[in-house]
């Protein structure tokens, strides 16, 4: 059974920062690509960032400039450095693990979501 660990969720006022953290299995973290989603209240879930193996991140137009996404393979983490954040960032947070098998289609797993909240 693969778990994806969240951490870093919570409270922050607008303009402040965050961190949130993702660990998994060796085995996850070295061969998928590793993502943070989001999902408002009642709205979609969508991609914020997403780091391949390889290092090469893609970011959301909204969150570029002010988040950062890194892998920490010593502890096998995924981080996301949230920073300049505003009230439109609220959301539940999720970390996604995938692997794109071509036509075989994709082996995804998800996180259990780590809420955040920005405002005063």
């Known amino acids: 059974q693969v778990h994806l660990v969240e951490s870093g969720g919570g409270l922050v006022q607008p303009g402040g920062s965050l961190r949130l953290s993702c660990a998994t299995s060796?085995?996850?973290?070295?061969?998928?690509?590793m993502g943070w989603y989001r999902q408002p209240p009642g709205k979609q879930r969508d991609l914020v960032a997403s780091i391949t193996t390889d290092g090469d991140t893609n970011y959301a137009d909204s969150v570029k400039g002010r988040f950062t996404i890194s892998r920490d393979p010593a502890k096998n983490t995924v981080h996301l450095q949230m920073n300049s954040l505003k009230p439109g960032d609220t959301a539940v947070y999720y970390c996604?693990?995938?692997?794109?098998?071509?036509?075989?289609?994709?082996?995804?797993?998800w996180g259990q979501g780590t809420p955040v909240t920005v405002s005063s």
């Open positions: 996604n693990a995938n692997l794109d098998y071509g036509d075989l289609g994709v082996d995804a797993y």
């Open positions: 060796g085995s996850i973290f070295s061969f998928y690509t």
